[in-house]
């Protein structure tokens, strides 16, 4: 994330996602790239340079990660890791996975005070979706929303979740906690999350932590996962609410059937996330090939 400055990430989100946008509209006849070039408002030297500097692939290759038969394959192969880590005791997402994050639950008298005594930071950050409005406790980041536009109203919303805490607006540390969310290449252990929610949401929450970044998983899968087979319309409910987007990736989650699903903060940005790990995940797997 660290190539994209916060005053370019609206910007280039907006185009990304509408070349995306038009790509799939016109997949029938796969418009040339001088023609999504046009659309989004660059030369085609200039989109290709835009695209391959955000995603690390061609636009066509990006959009093959969007197909409902790869989201298919991707629910498959996601299956088969999960079940080869249980049978294997590894239980705990810092072990399935190379996390970044680690995480706790509120108590249930923290939740009913409602923040009182507490003070919350929060500010605005760019990443590779959009801006994203960040906020953390002393203990850890309690709130991760993409927004389209820096408007107070989404600032209105951590009033509501915490009506009785203490705000203070702290742009520095929102720019170096989304550095280091959107980082190239995270470290684990390096973050922290303050889960608020009821028992059975923060089973889905921790459960989906073990889908690693670039898979993608069932709504019926995630139920199992957390320990409530048959629960999957719940399980919807518990991603609805959830706080701290992409950190508790949501996005990951879509129907068997291959399509997307809902998503807090617009499917079709839901897309454009999936489509980003695929590629990074991609490279990764390259560079690790070349080793």
Not at 62 to 82: D, G, I, M, P, V
Not at 85 to 101: N, V
Not at 105 to 123: F, S
Not at 146 to 175: I, K, M, N, Y
């Amino acid at each position: 994330m660290s190539d994209f400055s916060a005053s370019e990430s609206q910007l280039q989100y907006r185009r990304i996602a509408r070349a995306i946008r038009f790509l799939r509209e016109h997949a029938d006849r796969q418009p040339p790239l001088r023609e999504v070039a046009a659309e989004v408002g660059l030369s085609e030297y200039h989109f290709q340079r835009l695209f391959s500097r955000w995603a690390g692939v061609s636009p066509k290759r990006f959009l093959q990660y969007l197909t409902k038969e790869r989201a298919r394959a991707a629910l498959r192969e996601s299956r088969s890791l999960l079940d080869a880590a249980f049978e294997a005791g590894l239980s705990g997402p810092s072990r399935l996975h190379d996390l970044m994050i680690s995480c706790e639950a509120m108590t249930p008298g923290q939740i009913k005070a409602q923040g009182a005594g507490l003070e919350i930071g929060y500010g605005w950050g760019a990443s590779p979706f959009g801006m994203a409005l960040i906020a953390w406790t002393p203990h850890g980041v309690c709130h991760l929303g993409f927004h389209d536009e820096q408007e107070l109203r989404f600032e209105d919303e951590l009033t509501r979740e915490w009506p009785e805490a203490g705000l203070r607006r702290d742009e520095a540390q929102a720019a170096r906690l989304a550095g280091q969310i959107f980082a190239a290449r995270p470290q684990p252990g390096t973050l922290h999350l303050v889960l608020r929610g009821t028992n059975f949401q923060i089973k889905v929450w921790e459960a989906l932590l073990r889908v690693g970044s670039g898979e993608l998983i069932s709504y019926s899968r995630l139920a199992t996962l957390a320990g409530s087979p048959g629960a999957s319309r719940a399980v919807g409910s518990a991603l609805a609410v959830n706080r701290i987007g992409y950190l508790i990736p949501c996005h990951r989650v879509i129907r068997e059937t291959g399509e997307p699903g809902q998503y807090r903060w617009g499917s079709e940005r839901k897309l454009v996330i999936q489509g980003w790990e695929a590629a990074q995940r991609e490279a990764a797997q390259s560079h690790s090939d070349l080793r």
